[in-house]
């Protein structure tokens, strides 16, 4: 009896769907170091390093049961995040 799932039988039992975004800055900005990131945030610059407009400012990650739950996850997860800096300013 084999107890060891392949990666195909794992990815057909897990059918949850992975996404990320990069978030891009709409302003140039400056991160004060006083911002907590969620855990789902990753590639964070720097503090206290300038952003220009249009420079990525952090990748988003998040799962879910459908492409579209996930997609509204995403675009949901974003909005916090600029919400977040415009708080902290």
Known sequence: MEFFLSFKELLSKNKLFYGHRILYATETLRLPESI??????????????????????????????????????????????IDLIKCCK
């Open 36 to 81: 907590v990131w969620p855990q789902w945030v990753n590639d964070i610059p720097n503090m206290n390093v300038e952003i220009q407009k249009d420079e990525p400012l952090c990748s988003i990650y998040a799962s879910d049961d459908t492409q579209m739950l996930l997609e509204e996850k995403l675009e949901e997860r974003a909005v916090m995040i």
